[in-house]
């Protein structure tokens, strides 16, 4: 985990991506695709640390339209940033994956409501996995 890459502005942990390494983190402007990304846009206009700041949380037409995208930032509204890094280092450590090989999704991807990707977030275990 490198903490310096922290949370994205839609709740994404740029901190435990593995997929850049050369990549300094979305609020850190180091995503390559933040002209485009409706969330980085919209968080910068207002002067937010991320969309779980909004009083439109959660909206639609970005990056939180994917359901573990929103439960991530559903999670840091709920929990605060520190918490959620603090639980993801914790997961990392125990094994879970947040991106398989080559890919741009993980263990965390493996769920069908926001409570379950909430509550692998806090235990980092869950059935079937």
Known sequence: MDK???????????????????????????????????????????GLNGCWECGDFPCSGGMLDKMRIRAFARFIKEHGGEEMLRCLGRNEAAGVAYHYEGQLTGDYDAFQTEEEVMDFIRNGSAAGL
């Open 4 to 46: 310096t890459k922290g949370l994205a502005y839609c709740g994404l942990a740029c901190a435990v991506c593995g997929q850049n390494n050369s990549c300094a983190g979305c609020r850190n402007e180091g995503c390559k695709g933040r002209d485009w990304c409706k969330n980085f846009r919209c968080c910068r206009e207002k």
